[in-house]
């Protein structure tokens, strides 16, 4: 199967956006050797700043193979930034209607048609507090067994200085030049799961492999050890509603009363 053509609004978005990451930005690319040079797959990537989507489309523009991405369904509509997306061919994501599978089928139809389509595991800007992938959602694992594509991890560091995620200001710090770090591995190995029923545990387990090669990756990068468990978003939350709770009736977490050092802090 041929690749893609890279169409009209693709280039034109590149114009648009390639000087000023050129000009603004160091990089430090590497692995493009493991981007398939034909045929459908998916790329896995983590998800630290709100410009690191503008880093990655770079990176992978210029291997020739650009990305589909699954966006909000809500930057679609009107606007000069629905435009691109819409003439780009992103793919919008209904969340929570009936339309909800609709990306989905999108998604597998454009990899059979021998495209790329770009996943974020993770679902949303990580909230580990030390900017490691969180643990991801099963989106990609399940593209990944109905179409068995070639998965691509791809770690990605730098913009996350650039523009840190939830900070109070969403300003571009430029200065000094910050370096845009991209690196993608050879593809994640799931040939054993092949053929098996898409369980919650197969598809669990598939989401782990990915997620645990994009740390790998990332760690890679930042030439610093991963923690040795992804960050869990939901028992996060769960912590900190227990300790808002606690702290509302006087009591501690565990249900008792707080002791003498927790009165302390």
Same mark, same amino acid.
């Given at each position: 199967?041929?690749? /893609?053509?890279?169409?009209?609004?693709?280039?034109?978005?590149? %114009?648009?956006?390639?000087?000023?990451?050129?000009?603004?930005?160091?990089?430090?690319?590497?692995?493009?050797? /493991?981007?398939?040079?034909?045929?459908?797959?998916?790329?896995?990537?983590? /998800?630290?700043?709100? $410009?690191?989507?503008?880093?990655?489309?770079?990176?992978?523009?210029? #291997?020739?193979?650009?990305?589909?991405?699954?966006?909000?369904?809500? $930057?679609?509509?009107?606007?000069?930034?629905?435009?691109? $997306?819409?003439? #780009?061919?992103?793919?919008?994501?209904?969340?929570?209607?009936?339309?909800?599978?609709?990306?989905?089928?999108?998604? %597998?139809?454009?990899?059979?048609?021998?495209?790329?389509?770009?996943?974020?595991?993770?679902?949303? $800007?990580?909230?580990?507090?030390?900017?490691?992938?969180?643990?991801?959602? #099963?989106?990609?694992? @399940?593209? !990944?067994?109905? #179409?068995?594509?070639?998965?691509?991890?791809?770690?990605?560091?730098?913009?996350?200085?650039?523009?840190?995620?939830?900070?109070?200001?969403?300003?571009?710090?430029?200065?000094?030049?910050?370096?845009?770090?991209?690196?993608?591995? &050879?593809? %994640?190995?799931?040939?054993?799961? /092949?053929?098996?029923?898409?369980?919650?545990?197969?598809?669990?387990?598939?989401?782990?492999?990915?997620?645990?090669?994009?740390?790998?990756?990332?760690?890679?990068?930042?030439?610093? &050890?991963?923690?040795?468990?992804?960050?869990?978003?939901?028992?996060?939350?769960?912590?900190?509603?227990? @300790?808002?709770?606690?702290?509302?009736?006087?009591?501690?977490?565990?249900?008792? !009363? &707080?002791?003498?050092?927790?009165?302390?802090?």
């Amino acid at each position: 199967m041929s690749r /893609h053509r890279i169409g009209f609004w693709y280039r034109f978005a590149a %114009v648009l956006a390639k000087p000023p990451l050129v000009v603004l930005f160091k990089r430090d690319w590497r692995g493009m050797e /493991h981007i398939p040079a034909d045929g459908g797959f998916i790329t896995a990537v983590n /998800h630290n700043s709100y $410009l690191d989507p503008l880093s990655y489309a770079h990176y992978q523009y210029n #291997t020739g193979r650009v990305p589909r991405f699954l966006a909000k369904a809500g $930057l679609f509509k009107g606007s000069f930034v629905g435009a691109i $997306l819409r003439g #780009t061919g992103q793919i919008p994501v209904y969340r929570e209607s009936a339309d909800a599978a609709t990306a989905f089928r999108a998604a %597998v139809d454009a990899i059979n048609n021998g495209e790329c389509v770009a996943f974020y595991p993770e679902g949303t $800007l990580t909230r580990d507090p030390d900017m490691w992938p969180m643990e991801g959602k #099963t989106g990609a694992a @399940r593209v !990944a067994l109905l #179409t068995r594509a070639p998965v691509i991890p791809i770690a990605q560091w730098g913009a996350n200085e650039a523009m840190p995620p939830y900070a109070k200001e969403k300003k571009l710090r430029l200065f000094p030049r910050k370096t845009l770090r991209v690196l993608a591995g &050879p593809p %994640v190995d799931l040939s054993a799961y /092949h053929g098996q029923e898409p369980t919650a545990e197969v598809l669990r387990e598939v989401t782990e492999a990915i997620m645990r090669a994009i740390t790998e990756l990332l760690a890679e990068l930042r030439g610093e &050890p991963a923690p040795a468990e992804p960050y869990n978003l939901k028992k996060a939350r769960a912590t900190a509603a227990a @300790r808002r709770a606690a702290n509302t009736s006087g009591k501690s977490p565990s249900g008792n !009363a &707080p002791s003498e050092e927790e009165n302390d802090k």
